[in-house]
């Protein structure tokens, strides 16, 4: 067989297997990319509930901090960046439509048209009426919840708090003396 013969025949099953084997990979890049955003995202919802249902009775300024911390980061990243993947998400309107209900309780909270303390409870309520609706499943959720535990400290090291403690004890300095 000539030369040029071998090299049309490598050329058309390369070409061919390529073109079996790119639909595949997208697909599963895809898929991979769903699995490791639904994972993050349920473990920021988890955190969200932590901080704001599981962990109640917290001093006003703890909740301020909380809100105030990027707590939807890798819902964003996701849907920002892999957008595909999360539409690939089995049940992303449900993750969705929380998210945009956060918003709006952040809306209103940096408008100043809410307490902090009733932000606190709206959250409380997004969740409790997505939970008896089936739009969140519960058990995922507390289980994630439950992985930050008591010794979820990160809201003591957020900036802001530092800021106001400083703050703080400049004042009761000053006034002691």
């Known amino acids: 067989m000539s030369e040029w013969a071998k090299i049309l025949i490598s050329t058309v099953v390369g070409f061919s297997a390529a073109l079996l084997i790119e639909p595949i990979k997208y697909r599963?890049?895809?898929w991979l990319t769903s699995r490791r955003a639904e994972k993050a995202i349920n473990r920021e919802l988890g955190r969200i509930?932590?901080?704001f249902c599981v962990r109640t009775g917290e001093e006003e300024l703890a909740y301020w901090v909380a809100f105030r911390s990027k707590l939807t980061e890798a819902f964003d990243y996701y849907f920002e960046h892999h957008r595909e993947a999360i539409y690939a998400i089995k049940?992303?309107?449900?993750?969705?439509?929380?998210?945009?209900?956060?918003r709006v309780i952040l809306?209103?909270?940096n408008a100043h048209k809410i307490t902090v303390i009733k932000a606190v409870e709206y959250v409380r309520d997004e969740f409790q009426f997505r939970f008896d609706t089936g739009l969140l499943n519960k058990q995922v959720v507390s289980e994630?919840?439950?992985?930050f535990g008591?010794?979820?400290k990160?809201?003591?090291?957020?900036?802001?708090?530092?800021?106001y403690e400083e703050a703080r004890?400049?004042?009761?300095?000053?006034?002691e003396t």
Do not use: C, N, P, V
């Open 91 to 102: 049940w992303y309107e449900r993750y969705q439509g929380f998210y945009e209900g956060y």
């Open 107 to 109: 809306e209103l909270l």
């Open 154 to 163: 990160s809201l003591l090291k957020h900036e802001s708090f530092k800021k």
């Open 49 to 51: 509930y932590h901080l």
């Open 150 to 152: 008591e010794s979820d």
């Open 144 to 147: 994630y919840a439950d992985g």
């Open 169 to 175: 004890q400049k004042a009761s300095a000053g006034t």
């Open 28 to 30: 599963l890049s895809i």
